[in-house]
Structures are given as C-alpha cells and as structure tokens.
C-alpha cells in the first residue's frame, strides 16, 4: 500500500513551462526556469509555511532549459543549444555549443554530479528524432554519455553517488549506470524500470536512495525504489507536473514545478493553480545540492 499527501501551492507567479529547480543553501534561495518564458527565476522559501516569494530573475533570447549554481555564486544556465555561464556581475559567456545550429532540438534538463561537473540533454519537440543527447561538461569539455534518446530529461544519483538515473520521457524508461564521481567514468546503461501511466519527467534522490519522479499529464509525483517499486504518490493539483527538488535548511520541503504548455482552457479551469510551484512536506529528507564546479 502506498502513501499519499497532497501538495500545495506555494507562490503566486504562474508559468508556462517550470521546470528544474535547485535549492542553494550557501545563499537560502531556490532557482528553477521557465523554459517557454525564457527566463530564470530566484526566490526565497519559508520553511514553515512552504511559501515561495520571487525575488529576482535573469531573462534570456531562448529557451532556458535548466539551470545550475557555483558554491561562488555562478550560474551555468541550459540555453536553447548551447551552455551559458552568468557571472555575479551579470557577464554572460558561451561555454560550450551542445546542439549544431539549426537544429530543430533544444537542450532539456540538467543537473550536478557530485563532483560539480554539470550534465543536461536534450530534445525533439516533435518527439521523433531517437537521436537526441545526453552530455557531460567537465574540465575535459563535453562527453557524450547517450545520443539515442527521444526526450531526456531528469537526472539523479544515489547518496553514494555511484550510480546515475536517467529518464527517457517518451518510452517511460529509467535508465540506471554505474558512475564514478572521481572520474566520471561510467559502466553499461540498463533499464531500471519503466512508468506507463503518464510521462516521467523531472526527478530527484532523496537521502534513503529513493527516486521522486514528476509525472507529467498525471498530476502527481511518485516515490519509488531504484527497481520501480512505488512507495508513496504527492498529489498535485495540476496535470503538467514537470520537477521537483528538495529543498529548506533540513531539506524536507519538496518543491514541484508545473506548467500550462500544452493544457486546453477547459483544463485551466479545472485546474487553475496550473503553472504555479507547490510543495509539500515528507517524511524523508533530500541529498545535499552539488554545486557546479566553473569550468576555468
């Protein structure tokens, strides 16, 4: 039998596309995007109350995909193809072009390894292409760890840090390695388990090796074991749940991010905190953020 609780909104601001959000604790402040609206957004989380007031956002020409912060302050943002480093002054520099020019994919979510290097994919807004990325930007540039993918999207690994999950949203799969954080070295991709009800979407790890995995067109978050077993389900009052994070000075407050891409007026009457941040108490805590380690 599993458990069930609810998840509440949080703040007022509505979004086309949340996605992707990071706590960062050095600065109390949770960052996440919204990818349709081009832009990152900062803002501050009341523990006891769940609230999350906007402080602050960085705008962009594209689509912002994902977004990752340095120990120092640094963002590295996911633009529509390429890989953008914000300095504290607001000085913007291209690191790394991930997708050629004109291709019709964009880059998706991304995430921290544990040793700062920063990981983010990619995808076919027509859903079609089966060739689409999953790369890794380190001191030695960019490694390609998939390029057969439909839709990649979200990211985790295990408190150890030794093994990394992948999700491919379209098939519904899980995909498990192992990883050496030292290294990044990397064993055979296997398929861990697959969701077939709903899309998987954004995910992450919580401190018992947990998987918290965002369900898009479902309107919840699951919690399941790394083989698939589902432990426990936060409902969410909007169908587009895209990704969730742990978030709060003990890390117990779960962040969700949702959207109103792609939902009918119909479906934003009945559901019209679509687009909002919820979160939601649980009973376990989250791992600790990695911060990204700035490429020299």
């Not at 990883?179 to 991709?189: E, K, M, S």
């Not at 009918?264 to 919820?278: E, I, K, N, Q, V």
Request: aromatic residues 6%.
């Amino acid at each position: 039998m599993t458990l069930t609780c609810t998840a509440r909104p949080a703040g007022a601001g509505v979004f086309a596309l949340g996605e992707g959000p990071v706590w960062d604790p050095i600065r109390d402040r949770l960052l996440w995007v919204d990818i349709d609206g081009h832009t990152v957004h900062r803002g501050r989380l009341d523990p006891g109350s769940g609230r999350i007031t906007a402080t602050g956002s960085w705008s962009f020409t594209a689509e912002t995909g994902a977004v990752a912060v340095a120990a120092t302050g640094e963002l590295i943002v996911a633009e529509r193809a390429t890989l953008t480093r914000v300095d504290l002054d607001g000085t913007r520099t291209e690191l790394a072009r991930v997708l050629p020019e004109g291709s019709r994919s964009r880059l998706n979510d991304g995430a921290v390894d544990p040793a700062g290097r920063f990981l983010v994919g990619s995808l076919d807004p027509r859903e079609e292409s089966g060739a689409e990325v999953l790369v890794r930007l380190g001191d030695d540039g960019l490694t390609t760890l998939d390029a057969d993918l439909t839709l990649s999207n979200g990211l985790a690994w295990s408190p150890a840090g030794d093994r990394l999950y992948s999700i491919d949203t379209v098939p519904g799969t899980v995909w498990v390695r192992d990883y050496d954080p030292a290294t990044g070295g990397t064993g055979p991709r296997q398929e861990a388990f697959t969701v077939t009800d709903g899309h998987p979407d954004g995910m992450c790890a919580d401190a018992d090796g947990n998987l918290w995995i965002a369900i898009w067109g479902r309107g919840r978050v699951e919690r399941r074991t790394p083989e698939g077993r589902l432990l426990a389900t936060v409902a969410v009052d909007a169908p587009h749940t895209s990704s969730v994070a742990f978030a709060g000075p003990a890390l117990d407050t779960l962040v969700i991010t949702t959207a109103t891409t792609g939902l009918t007026s119909d479906d934003l009457a009945r559901h019209p905190d679509s687009g909002r941040l919820f979160t939601a108490r649980t009973d376990t805590v989250g791992l600790p953020p990695a911060y990204w380690n700035p490429v020299p």
